[in-house]
Nanobody, 117 residues
């Protein structure tokens, strides 16, 4: 069982930056990937980006490429989502998730990010 705790959400002006963090509580933590998703009001949850834990590789949705960066701290079992050049369209609840092998099986509680224009 993996528990995820997210933090770092808040209100920011358009063009600003924000960093989210997600810490996993689990023994012998070595998933296939950790990732970030978001859900805006009235829209489906969408993929933002992922970090392949063993390959030390990242993938991003086209909508955030060049603006968002995912990094990790292995010792702290934590990933970060650095968000730059934020736009109003980035307003959403951001969720952290873990893919142990094939599916995104564990989810955090979500943290609200609001970008004011």
């Amino acid at each position: 069982q993996v528990q995820l705790v997210e933090s770092g959400g808040g209100l920011v002006q358009a063009g600003g930056s924000l960093t989210l963090s997600c810490t996993a509580s689990a023994r012998s933590f070595s998933p296939y990937a950790m990732g970030w998703f978001r859900q805006a009001p009235g829209r489906e949850r969408e993929f933002v980006g992922s970090f392949l834990w063993r390959d030390n590789n990242t993938h991003y949705a086209d909508s955030v490429k060049g603006r968002f960066t995912i990094s990790r701290n292995v010792a702290k079992q934590t990933i970060y989502l650095q968000m730059n050049s934020l736009q109003s369209e980035d307003t959403a609840v951001y969720y952290c998730a873990v893919k142990p092998i094939l599916q995104w099986a564990y989810w955090g509680q979500g943290t609200q990010v609001t970008v004011s224009s």
